[in-house]
């Protein structure tokens, strides 16, 4: 429970109740649905407040432990970000291969491979969220044809896009774009 802490926040990257008042009683905090993580937000004081764990070593070993831990997710988080960079910046060349985002990054292939692992991710499907990611800021730049946002993503045709674009947004691609337009 996070009772007392200031601006706290309980993100979820799952889908939640209708109504999340009850959770919300009981956590003390205001609960985020459908976020692009799992996570607990918290104001940095908090931190600070005296422990109430009786033994002074086991609570300092496990205060590395978390530092430590943090460490180790600012990094994961951090690689996936350079490597979902690097793939973007990749894409007009057609699908990037490890090989290639690794030299770029200065990193073995191997060591990239560990590295992902470690995020429980894949290059394969860091591909597939670039990819994602980039075809909805493309659509909605309306001057751009869907060969050309085709081309940009690095696939082989254009059909091969509107089949991707479907199965991550529920529409074709030129169906979306008319639907964004409407809504502005």
Known sequence: MIAGAVN?????????????TEIEAIIDAPVHYN???????FDNHFLDLPSR???????????????????????EDRIVKEVLECIVRQLPEGVPKLEDVAAELGLASRTLQRRLNNTETN?????????????????D???????????????SDQSAFQKAFKRWFGLAPGRYRMSQQALH
């Open 8 to 20: 706290a926040k309980i993100h979820f990257n799952h889908c939640g109740p209708a109504d999340s």
């Open 53 to 75: 764990f009786p033994h002074p070593a086991i609570h300092s070993s496990l205060v590395q432990a978390a530092r430590t831990e943090l460490a180790n997710l600012q990094m």
């Open 141 to 155: 730049d309306s001057k751009m044809g869907l060969l050309d946002i085709s081309a940009e993503l690095g696939f």
């Open 35 to 41: 976020s692009s993580a799992n996570c607990v937000v």
């Open 123 to 139: 290059f394969k499907g860091l591909v597939d969220d670039a990819r994602k990611q980039r075809s909805k800021a493309l659509i």
